[in-house]
């Protein structure tokens, strides 16, 4: 092992020995400025960035924020008069969380100014949940102009933006808290999910959820979750019915799996007269066909009577009559009446019939079924269907919807279902031609990531070419006849100095001139010119 550092130090020495002077001070350099450059950047990012948390703000809400965010080691200011309270951008959501447990400024008095004073070091994140905690606040504020709402609390979940080229499903959601001094009418509760829903994009009014603060379910994402719901006239009642009746009978049929695809018209007669009557029935005794009387009235009458004693007539008396003469007859008679009135068991029916019953006798069902024969267009050319003849030429020959005989059973289903004798069902085969899939070309979705490759390579190959040793030929400059007579002139002063006799290059100088006077002239003729000029 310690062989390996050995060889590898004297690896490192020996490449750096391989640069010149100039370049190890210009690596020191850079090297040096690097450091220096990351430690003003780490001072600079560790310093806190302050930003405001909440305005207006009482000295007692001051006072108990300030004694949680030194607890839990948040930075934090206060300015203006302890009014203001500031809060390093870093930890505003750890503030805003401990805050709001505590029941101190809640997140509700976040608002759009708060939103956009950012600064540079806010992170893109941060700054969007930021504006979208303030467009919460801001549509709560506005449901809390309706009649009847105390407070409202809105929470939206955003789609992930943060998704791949191709994927383009992007589905939000929201729930509302109200918090109401009174009932808030159903009507109410559609009007603050439209506008729920108008306000958010990316929001269908199936993925909105309304509560009361009693966790009392007040809309579950469906205009129609009540029969009752958002009617304000017969019209809207008798549409709302209608509606009911034709997804009832759509999911029947679909659930059969024979059709793929069904449209339900329901007609509805609803009667929306109010029509109450009241009927009476006496008991019968048993063996009776007439009830008991309600009144007895009894009237009897007896009597009796006693003859003359002779025979009534012209016959002659055989004897002759002794005064005096008794009476010949008598009669006796009485009467009895009996005036009773009685009380019958009955029963009492009365029958109040509702606003808006259904008529089926009057009411009609119409449905259309459709069966999908799909044509596919790869398969008809591995078939060789599509040699003698193009894709739409097939197409336009047998785009033709056939007729399909409907099964009894279908519409005693309907029947059932609706409670509707009038049902009317028609059936058919509709075709459905499916083209070959093109494969799309997924490069482009890798061509973001070539070019931050690429850069990274381009980098890496400049800082290499930077730091690559570069041979450096160091060119001796031309003497100037100035610089040749000091150069002289000072080679004479150490020659006397140290010796009396002539050096050897100045023996070969004077030897040099004594047999070449012309071209001596003509160098010192060409320095001439070169300085005049």
Same mark, same amino acid.
């Given at each position: 092992m310690p062989e390996f550092i050995t060889n590898f130090?004297?690896?490192?020495?020996? @490449?750096?020995?391989?640069? =010149?002077?100039? *370049?190890?001070?210009?690596?020191?350099? %850079?090297?040096? !400025?690097?450091?220096? &450059?990351?430690?003003?950047?780490?001072?600079?990012?560790?310093?806190?960035?302050?930003?405001? @948390?909440?305005?207006?703000? =009482?000295?007692? *809400?001051?006072?108990?924020?300030?004694? %949680?965010?030194? !607890?839990?080691?948040? &930075?934090?200011?206060?300015?203006?008069?302890?009014?203001?309270?500031?809060?390093?951008?870093?930890?505003?959501?750890?503030?805003k969380l401990l805050l709001f447990e505590q029941g101190i400024l809640s997140a509700t008095t976040f608002q759009w100014k708060e939103a956009f004073n950012t600064s540079l070091t806010t992170s893109s994140d941060d700054r969007a949940m930021m504006q979208q905690l303030a467009f919460e606040n801001e549509l709560g504020g506005l449901i809390e102009l309706i009649d009847k709402v105390k407070s409202a609390r809105v929470k939206i979940v955003l789609p992930d933006t943060e998704r791949f080229v191709l994927q383009q499903d992007k589905v939000a959601s929201a729930s509302v808290i109200l918090t109401t001094n009174g009932e808030l009418t159903e009507d109410q509760v559609y009007g603050i999910a439209s506008f729920v829903e108008t306000a958010v994009d990316n929001l269908s009014i199936g993925n909105i959820k309304i509560l009361d603060s009693n966790a009392k379910l007040l809309f579950n994402g469906s205009n129609d979750s009540s029969i009752f719901g958002s009617l304000n006239s017969h019209m809207d009642y008798r549409d709302a019915y209608e509606a009911k009746y034709e997804r009832t009978i759509e999911s029947l049929l679909l659930a059969r799996g024979e059709f793929d695809d069904a449209v339900v018209g329901v007609n509805l007669k609803i009667d929306f007269d109010s029509v109450s009557s009241e009927s009476e029935v006496y008991s019968i005794a048993e063996g009776e066909t007439e009830p008991y009387p309600t009144r007895v009235y009894i009237y009897e009458s007896t009597g009796t009577s006693t003859d003359a004693g002779g025979i009534p007539g012209t016959d002659t008396n055989a004897d002759t009559p002794t005064y005096p003469i008794d009476g010949g007859g008598g009669s006796e008679s009485e009467v009895f009446i009996s005036d009773k009135d009685l009380v019958p068991n009955s029963t009492i029916t009365k029958t109040v019939r509702s606003i808006g019953s259904i008529i089926p006798e009057d009411s009609t069902v119409t449905v259309t079924l459709n069966k999908y024969i799909y044509h596919r267009q790869a398969l008809l050319e591995e078939q060789g269907v599509l040699e003698e003849t193009t894709w739409e030429q097939y197409q336009e020959d047998n785009n033709v919807r056939n007729s399909v005989e409907v099964d009894p059973n279908i519409v005693q289903l309907i029947a059932n279902a609706s409670?509707?004798?009038?049902?009317?069902?028609?059936?058919?085969?509709?075709?459905?031609?499916?083209?070959?899939?093109?494969?799309?070309?997924?490069?482009?979705?890798?061509?973001?990531?070539?070019?931050?490759?690429?850069?990274?390579?381009?980098?890496?190959?400049?800082?290499?070419?930077?730091?690559?040793?570069?041979?450096?030929?160091?060119?001796?400059?031309?003497?100037?006849?100035?610089?040749?007579?000091?150069?002289?002139?000072?080679?004479?002063?150490?020659?006397?100095?140290?010796?009396?006799?002539?050096?050897?290059?100045?023996?070969?100088?004077e030897r040099f001139v004594d047999e070449n006077p012309d071209a001596v002239a003509q160098l010192l003729r060409n320095w001439l010119n070169e300085d005049w000029e």
């Open positions: 130090s004297n690896q490192i020495t020996e @490449y750096w020995n391989k640069f =010149t002077r100039t *370049q190890k001070l210009q690596i020191i350099g %850079i090297f040096l !400025a690097s450091v220096a &450059a990351l430690v003003v950047l780490a001072v600079v990012l560790s310093r806190p960035n302050m930003i405001i @948390y909440a305005e207006n703000v =009482t000295p007692d *809400q001051m006072t108990a924020m300030v004694e %949680i965010l030194t !607890a839990n080691e948040i &930075a934090h200011r206060y300015e203006d008069g302890a009014s203001t309270l500031y809060v390093d951008s870093r930890r505003f959501q750890d503030a409670n509707i004798d009038e049902v009317f069902v028609m059936a058919y085969e509709v075709p459905v031609f499916v083209d070959t899939p093109i494969v799309e070309s997924r490069v482009a979705d890798y061509i973001p990531v070539i070019i931050i490759i690429l850069m990274i390579a381009l980098l890496g190959y400049a800082v290499y070419k930077g730091t690559e040793p570069v041979e450096i030929t160091e060119v001796e400059p031309e003497l100037s006849v100035e610089d040749m007579l000091a150069t002289t002139k000072s080679s004479d002063e150490l020659e006397a100095i140290e010796y009396d006799g002539k050096s050897e290059a100045r023996v070969q100088i």
